[in-house]
Nanobody, 120 residues
């Protein structure tokens, strides 16, 4: 059973910082791409940042220069450092990973989500 467990969300004032963490556990052969998505009320889920197993990164234009994604392959962890937060960053943030369990195939897994609220 593969699980993604997020932590680090909360309430912060505009201009502040938060760091999200996501740990993958369970029966895993390898973890491919990992990423963070977010969904604000009434809006579709959108990609915030992604990172490949080799460390290549991709960011939404709205967070470039403010957010940094990183991963620790030894700990099956992906982090999202969020600086200069804005009220429009308020959303539920979801961790995502493409994982090969002990068996054939690559499967998409999601965390349960963590709330980030930025006050103006």
């Amino acid at each position: 059973q593969v699980q993604l467990v997020e932590s680090g969300g909360g309430l912060v004032q505009a201009g502040g910082s938060l760091r999200l963490s996501c740990v993958v556990s369970g029966s895993i052969s390898s973890i491919n791409a990992m990423g963070w998505y977010r969904q604000a009320p009434g809006k579709q889920r959108e990609l915030v940042a992604a990172i490949t197993s080799g460390g290549s990164t991709n960011y939404a234009d709205s967070v470039k220069g403010r957010f940094t994604i990183s991963r620790d392959n030894a700990k099956n962890t992906v982090l999202l450092q969020m600086n200069s937060l804005k009220p429009e960053d308020t959303a539920v943030y979801y961790c995502h990973a493409d994982i090969t369990p002990w068996g054939p195939g690559v499967y998409s897994y999601w965390g349960q989500g963590t709330q980030v609220t930025v006050s103006s």
